[in-house]
């Protein structure tokens, strides 16, 4: 599993997978532009990145934050919007199933509570893959939480076996 937290400046990503234990942080980091870089060639790396990113992990799926317009944030939201069609097309290009969600769900899925703050997020990361340190970069937490939220609202299928 893969979680993207998208964006045209920075980009969180997190890399979990299931064990025998519970879920595991695999790798996680940032991908970050130079600010003099236009959107497009930043959307053009990042897309190189996650093609990269995407085939050294054959993950189950990738899961990215849905962009949400808050009043008066309506140029920020589109511009995070093509952050997220980028890793969509990445996803689709490598032929891994999507799954989006709103950030409001994924702390409400991790926490509780939809209004919680970073910091609650943080902690509720940490507790459910057993971190002794979070990651330093806010981006990077974000993608685990989405990462974390898409399997905890998959049901598993369990494999029924008969015996004689």
């Known amino acids: ?16 997978e299931e ?15 130079p600010s003099k ?16 990113l995407l ?8 899961v990215v934050e849905e962009p949400h317009v808050r009043p008066f944030g309506m140029k920020s939201a589109l511009v995070v919007a093509q ?8 996803a689709v290009k490598v032929g891994i199933p999507i799954a989006s969600y709103p950030y409001t769900q994924a702390k409400r899925t991790l926490t509780g509570s939809g209004s ?10 940490q507790q459910f893959l057993k971190l002794t340190q979070l990651p ?14 898409y399997c905890l609202l998959t049901p598993i299928t369990e494999e029924v076996r008969i015996t004689s």
């Open 37 to 52: 870089l236009s959107v497009p060639q930043r959307l053009a790396i990042l897309f190189d990145e996650l093609i990269d």
């Open 55 to 62: 085939r050294e992990y054959s993950p189950d799926c990738v």
């Open 83 to 90: 952050s997220v069609g980028v890793v969509k097309l990445a």
């Open 1 to 16: 599993m893969i979680g993207i937290d998208p964006g045209t400046q920075r980009v969180g990503y997190a890399v979990i």
């Open 136 to 149: 330093p970069w806010q981006d990077a937490i974000d993608a685990m939480a989405f990462a974390l939220c």
């Open 19 to 33: 064990t025998d234990e519970g879920w595991q942080a695999i790798d996680s980091g940032m991908f970050q532009f």
């Open 116 to 125: 919680a703050s970073k910091t609650v997020l943080a902690a509720a990361v």
